[in-house]
């Protein structure tokens, strides 16, 4: 199983990025995915999952602002990011399960990752 994030980079406060993270060598359409973040001196967190199924959760301090969604023809998942703030500023990551029994998610359910990939904010 290979997860590969891309679209991060530098941004001003109240801009924009979408995050892609690129599937590979699973059964795409089967897994539940999410994208996690990781701020220095700061634990992971969940940003927001979307189910096999298509159910998506966000978390709180980005509802409103970040969509996410998935493309299970081409294999990928994306995260829209609207309105960013300084708080948005980590390491975003993507991640896979073959099935999530909780809500909202734990990051142990998730069996797979990617390596992340850099979201700075500037104000």
């Known amino acids: 199983v290979q997860l590969v994030e891309s679209g991060g980079g530098l941004v001003q406060a109240g801009g924009y990025l979408r995050l892609s993270c690129a599937a590979s060598?699973?059964?795409?359409?089967?897994?539940?995915m999410a994208w996690y973040r990781q701020a220095p001196g700061q634990e992971r967190e969940l940003v927001a999952s979307?189910?096999?199924?298509?159910?998506?959760t966000c978390a709180n301090p980005v509802k409103g602002r970040f969509i996410v969604y998935r493309d299970n023809a081409g294999d990928a998942v994306y995260l829209q990011m609207n309105n960013l703030k300084s708080e948005d500023a980590a390491v975003y990551y993507c991640a896979a399960s073959t099935s999530v029994s909780t809500f909202p998610p734990i990051e142990s359910e998730y069996d797979y990752w990617g390596r992340g990939t850099l979201v700075t904010v500037s104000s």
């Open positions: 060598r699973i059964m795409f359409r089967a897994y539940d």
């Open positions: 979307i189910a096999s199924d298509g159910g998506t």
